[in-house]
């Protein structure tokens, strides 16, 4: 069955960097696109990117550029999102999904808690 | 690109149906049938309950049902039951990105 398992907690300082990964199986990794998507406390879901696990190639979203960047390793079935430059509106729990071409996410990793405090 | 705009709440007595609205504009919901719905209990992750405006994934259960008019879709639940009471998104492609509603919280009365 399709599974996309994310790493743990993280807690950084502000202007840190986090690295997030998220490792997939059940599937042909490079036959789907992975979105990264976050849900920060009180509010509601936002779209960050996305990568092509194939290519390699990524989209981002307006508001993250510069600060976000997929990436992927075929070897492994693994997506990695590193968000640098970090502030306290950064805390969050970050998600992986795997996608369609036609920009609809089937399954979802568990999450993943990042807060930012100092 | 601003968030899509859903009702804050939604809320309706067990085995009656309730309609959530995602208003967007021409450049999101209004030219592209590629809206999504997602159910997110808190938690949990986001489950896919509709994708292409109306399509159903398997094992989603047929008392949910999509539309769109113009810039604005719909997700409808009938035969509400208990275990709907949750946040629901919806998510429109935007041209290269994709925008998500401000989310509603359905209860079941």
């Known amino acids: 069955q399709v599974q996309l398992l994310q790493s743990g907690a993280e807690v950084k300082k502000p202007g840190a960097s986090v690295k997030v990964s998220c490792k997939a199986s059940?599937?042909?990794?490079?036959?789907?696109?992975m979105y990264w998507v976050r849900q920060a406390p009180g509010q509601g879901l936002e779209w960050m990117g996305i990568?092509?696990?194939?290519?390699?190639?990524?989209i981002y979203a307006q508001k993250f550029q510069g600060r976000v960047t997929m990436t992927r390793d075929t070897s492994t079935s693994a997506v990695y999102m590193e968000l640098s430059s970090l502030r306290s509106e950064d805390t969050a729990v970050y998600y992986c999904?795997?996608?369609?071409?036609?920009?609809?996410?089937?399954?979802w990793g568990q999450g993943t808690v990042v807060t930012v405090s100092s | 690109q601003s968030a899509l705009t859903q009702p804050a709440s939604v809320s309706g007595s067990p085995g009656q149906s309730i309609t959530i609205s995602c208003t967007g504009a021409?450049?999101?919901?209004?030219?592209?049938?590629?809206v999504s719905w997602y159910q997110h209990h808190p938690g949990k992750a986001p489950k896919l309950m509709l994708y292409?405006?109306?399509k159903r994934p398997s094992g989603v259960s047929n008392r949910f049902s999509g539309s769109k008019s113009g810039n604005t879709a719909s997700l409808t639940i009938s035969g509400l039951q208990a275990e709907d009471e949750a946040d629901y998104y919806c998510?429109?492609?935007?041209?290269?990105?994709?925008?998500f509603g401000t989310g509603t919280k359905v209860t079941v009365l």
């Open positions: 999904a795997r996608g369609s071409r036609t920009w609809y996410f089937d399954y």
């Open positions: 059940g599937y042909s990794f490079t036959t789907y696109y």
């Open positions: 990568i092509n696990p194939s290519s390699g190639s990524t």
């Open positions: 021409s450049s999101d919901v209004g030219t592209y049938n590629l």
């Open positions: 292409e405006v109306s």
């Open positions: 998510c429109s492609y935007a041209g290269n990105s994709c925008l």
